[in-house]
């Protein structure tokens, strides 16, 4: 063999050595992925099959913060930042009964941080977590079986939870408000939501969509019949995306709210992936300081918006809304047609208006086959001439929810993810999340950051046991919106 060859076979060989060496690196670093991945989710399944403890510890391996340091009052540095709410003391347990549950897990981290805008801090908090989502960027939670679980005694349920029995002021007793809550999955959330808007003296309509899972219908039925004052629409729609039946599960809901014996004065309309950044006080008060008027926003639409409303649409074999080539009738009454957001907040009157005015239902029958009709539905009834707490003019002013779409540069990037060009809010937004005035903010999703919701949930409770603390909002109540100095009907 000459030396040429050896050379050859002894090149090849090490290539090949240095092949197989790479195949085996290879494997062994993906079995460890592969083992820390698992361990990651025995952490989570482990601690959910034993949530009575109640003591989840971060590891500090992770989030290198002494969440026990005192802090000093935040008021006394700056009047724009929050106090300790981390550490707060509460005269009674129903002052602090929305961040008190013994069913969701605790995150150990120290939200005055947070939502004061500390950085480094919320760097690193956002690291803890991205370690522990999954390949798909969601943490575990609980699901539709464990809701079902917790709510089969209802009054060890309660009393885990720490549900008021009572209204927390006078002035709360004396304005009753009503929710309607639209919800498809995600039993847990719901839940979540429920605890931290619920009040005695209010009332609450759950539409589900009547093709969710019989796992997610039974937790929520089941829920909502643990009290008097919740309850599951009498009429639910297979909801289609930005079809007339979304519309139909808030037109269900008000027909049963409209029967109850709570005198509510006001309606709002939620989703699941809302929640409050007000407390049920502040609510209130913004709702009095309204005027009899109903927020409910739009203009009238843009260009590239009115192929919506001028052409039929029809359901595919898939189950997709499209637009046919087909034009609509002229809208009924000779109403002006205007595009809004679909979400409210609306007088008792008005929704009397929706359900028993003949021009109202001849809107709504009229808009069956439009493309997302609760974007033009409310507002159209808000600019008609006689609308109870109506306004006849086009403006986007409203305070019932913050969002933050990736089109509007108004305020800071999202510091989350986006969904359909929608922010979902991660704990890098909170600092700003937390100075709106608006009454909700949208979107939240519990399996990518339960963090947000958790440090919200102790944010309105400080506020409940401190209601003093509210002046950190520059402007709250609110009192410029363009509409709220106009005479109503």
Known sequence: MTLRTRMCCCTVILSLTFIVVQVITFQISANYENSVKRHRKLYFINYFKNLQTHDFKL???????????????????????????????????????????????Y?????????????????????????????KNNLPVPDDADVLNWVTECNEYKTKSMY????????????????????????????????????????????LDAKSPQTFHSAVNKLAGCFDNVFVASK?????????????????????????????HYVMNLCAQDFPLKTNLEIVRQLKMY????????????????????????????GKLVRTSKKKTNPPHGLTIYFGNAYYAATHRFVNFVINNQLATDLLKWSNDTYSPDEHYWVTLQRANGTPGGYPKSTWHENVRFMKWADIPRHPKCKGKYVRALCVFGVGYMPYLTRQPHLFANKFYYSFDPVTLQCLEE????????????????????????????TTV
């Open 59 to 105: 590891q500090k391996k992770y989030l290198k913060v002494n969440t026990t340091e005192h802090i000093t009052s935040a008021v006394e540095r700056d009047p724009d930042n929050w106090p300790d709410i981390t550490h707060a003391k509460f005269k009674s347990d129903s002052l602090n009964h929305i961040s008190n549950s013994a069913f969701h897990k």
């Open 236 to 264: 639910l729609e297979s909801v289609q995306y930005a079809g007339y039946t979304r519309l139909l599960a808030d037109i269900n809901c008000m027909s049963d709210l409209l029967r109850r014996p709570e005198p509510w």
């Open 107 to 135: 995150w150990d981290v120290n939200c005055t941080k947070i939502i004061n805008g500390q950085h480094l801090y919320i760097q690193e908090v956002f690291e803890m977590l991205n370690y522990y989502r999954d390949s």
């Open 459 to 486: 944010l309105l409770d400080y506020r409940t046991g401190y209601p003093e603390t509210v002046h950190v909002f520059k402007t709250f109540p609110v009192t410029d919106l363009v509409w709220q100095n106009h």
């Open 164 to 207: 008021p029995n009572m209204p927390l002021s006078e002035e709360e007793a004396n304005f009753p408000i009503a929710y309607i809550i639209t919800t498809h999955k995600d039993s847990a959330q719901l839940e979540r939501l429920l605890r931290a808007i619920f009040h005695s003296q209010n009332v609450y309509c759950i539409h």
């Open 291 to 318: 005027n009899g008027h109903n927020d409910i926003n739009g203009i009238l639409p843009p260009s590239y918006i009115k192929p919506r409303t001028q052409y039929k649409h029809r359901t595919t074999i898939k």
